[in-house]
Structures are given as structure tokens and as C-alpha cells.
């Protein structure tokens, strides 16, 4: 007696259940994997930061360290892995004077800038793809996705920068001119 087309299609369902279950099953076995080398790492790291921050300590003169220094406390193994702790800006030594940081020659426009700049440009509404390639080209050494443009160009729209609108599907930007803004 052969199945009937029900019986058939839940034997199929069920192995195809089974099937997913075990790819679950063997990437849950592999990011475990990864998190325990993550978690192996990360304590070298805090051993490391340790030392560096022993052999600061024994560089720098008593006096000075705790005049001028606030250097947290080292780390210890026992401590709470998840607690977060605040970056601590730290003053200059006595009579060290502070070296400022080089300005980058070709310093590049904001994202919200460019895509500002390239909606301006333009004469007809343009689609997050269409801004998106347009600022892939004009600057090729920036990797941006396309959800980022379109997360920018709904910020545009939130600051009433930029206009949406809608043909069917399609999700169309343009720029608000001043007098348009009014």
C-alpha cells in the first residue's frame, strides 16, 4: 500500500527538520569553538596588559606616576569579565608638553555630507542604491552598504534635509531646498 500525499509530505517535512537540526546543531559546536579561542585570547591580552602596565609602572619615576597618571588597576582573573570600564583620560607629565596629532592631508566628508552633496547634485529623486553606488565611486578607498546610505538618507528626512517618496516599492530621495523647506 503506498503513502498518501499527506503521510508523504510530513516525512518530508520531517526530514528536512531533522537535517536542520543538525547544521544547528554543528554551528552551535562551532561557535562555541570560536568563543572559547575568543575567550582564550582575550585573557593573553588582559596577562599582557598586566605586564605592560607593571613595566610602566617601573619605568616611570613614583612621584610623577601618581602626581600626573591615572592608570587603572591591573586586571586580575578573578575579576567580573563583563563589567565595562570608562576610558580615563589622563593628563601630561610635569613638564612634558602634549605633541599634537597629525591632521590627515585629504581629510574626506562626513557620510551624511556626501550623501547630502550627491542628493543636491541631482535633478531627479534617486533610490538608496543609486546614492549608494554614486558614493562608492566618488570615494573608492570607503566600504559602505548600502542599508547604511538609506539609514543616512532616512536621518536626511528625519532633519527635514531630504524628501521620500514612494512608487510602489520604490523609496525615492531628493533634497529640500530652502524655499521648498519653508
Do not use: C, W
Request: net charge negative; proline share 8%.
Amino acid at each position: 500500500m503506498s503513502e498518501t500525499p499527506g503521510t508523504e509530505l510530513a516525512s518530508e517535512y520531517s526530514a528536512r527538520i531533522a537535517q536542520d537540526l543538525e547544521v544547528n546543531a554543528q554551528e552551535q559546536d562551532r561557535l562555541a569553538t570560536e568563543i572559547a579561542a575568543l575567550e582564550e585570547q582575550l585573557r593573553a591580552v588582559r596577562e599582557n596588559r598586566v605586564v605592560l602596565e607593571r613595566l610602566q609602572q617601573a619605568l616611570i619615576p613614583q612621584s610623577a606616576a601618581s602626581a600626573s597618571l591615572s592608570v587603572p588597576a591591573p586586571a586580575t582573573p578573578d575579576a567580573d569579565t563583563d563589567a565595562v570600564v570608562p576610558h580615563q583620560r589622563t593628563e601630561p607629565a610635569p613638564g612634558r608638553r602634549e605633541v599634537a596629532k597629525p591632521v590627515p592631508a585629504e581629510t574626506k566628508p562626513s557620510l551624511v555630507e556626501a550623501v547630502h552633496a550627491y542628493l543636491a547634485e541631482q535633478r531627479e529623486p534617486r533610490s538608496a542604491t543609486d546614492v549608494a553606488e554614486a558614493i562608492r565611486t566618488a570615494q573608492p578607498g570607503r566600504t559602505i552598504k548600502t542599508t547604511v546610505i538609506r539609514t543616512t538618507l532616512e536621518n536626511l528626512v528625519a532633519r527635514n534635509r531630504a524628501r521620500r517618496t514612494k512608487q510602489g516599492r520604490a523609496v525615492f530621495y531628493t533634497v529640500v531646498t530652502p524655499e521648498a523647506g519653508a
